[in-house]
């Protein structure tokens, strides 16, 4: 079968605008249960709505969107930090799960951290978002710290911080 992953920059107000829709609805899927329903809404505001998306890209993050049999299926997030990669969102809608989206996306980063001259990815995990730590772990990330983080408006990000060395 012919692979029809692919990745799009995202560069047009009607891409930042797709990736919101889908950052909306997968963020109340699948992170309610973890961080509960105020929080969820509270981070959609702050680091997934168009306007925050608009604001991420002029300083200097890049997100793409992933495409799979030209579906959208999800995006990642990017920042380069210190001659390394940060992995800030990768997410895959819940009825594309179980593609290996996740690992071609990771294969992709692999591959623009290698033409980057970049010696490794990290990213940071909530501790209780067990499929996802999993699959970072299968990626062959591992954990080297934790995070407790003030996001405001009295919401704490409780991380794993992970990286993989290229």
Same mark, same amino acid.
């Given at each position: 079968?012919? &692979?029809?992953? =692919? ?5 047009? $107000? ?16 699948? +992170?309610?249960?973890i961080i509960g329903i *105020?929080q969820v809404e509270y981070?959609? %505001?702050?680091? =997934? ?6 604001? =991420? /890209?002029? %300083?200097?993050?890049?997100?793409? =969107? ?5 579906? +959208?299926?999800?995006?990642? *997030?990017?920042?380069?930090? &210190?001659?390394?990669? +940060?992995?800030? #969102? /990768?997410?895959?809608? #819940? ?14 980063? #692999? ?14 995990? $909530? #501790?209780?978002? %067990? ?5 970072y772990r299968h990626l062959?990330?591992?954990?080297? $710290?934790?995070?407790?983080? &003030?996001?405001?408006? *009295?919401?704490?990000? %409780? &991380? ?7």
């Amino acid at each position: 079968m012919t &692979d029809t992953f =692919q990745t799009i920059k995202v560069e047009t $107000n009607e891409q930042i605008k797709e990736v919101a829709a889908l950052a909306e609805i997968i963020w109340h899927e699948h +992170f309610t249960p973890i961080i509960g329903i *105020g929080q969820v809404e509270y981070m959609i %505001d702050k680091f =997934q709505s168009v306007s925050a998306l608009k604001s =991420q /890209l002029k %300083d200097r993050y890049e997100y793409y =969107q992933l495409f799979d049999n030209d579906e +959208f299926c999800g995006y990642c *997030g990017i920042h380069p930090e &210190d001659g390394k990669l +940060f992995l800030s #969102k /990768l997410y895959v809608k #819940k009825e594309c799960r179980g593609r290996h989206l996740a690992t071609k996306a990771f294969q992709f980063l #692999k591959s623009l951290c290698k033409d980057r001259g970049l010696a490794s990815i990290w990213l940071t995990c $909530n #501790k209780h978002n %067990d499929n996802s730590l999993a699959v970072y772990r299968h990626l062959g990330f591992e954990t080297i $710290n934790t995070q407790e983080a &003030d996001i405001g408006n *009295g919401y704490i990000m %409780d &991380d794993y911080i992970m990286e993989y060395r290229l």
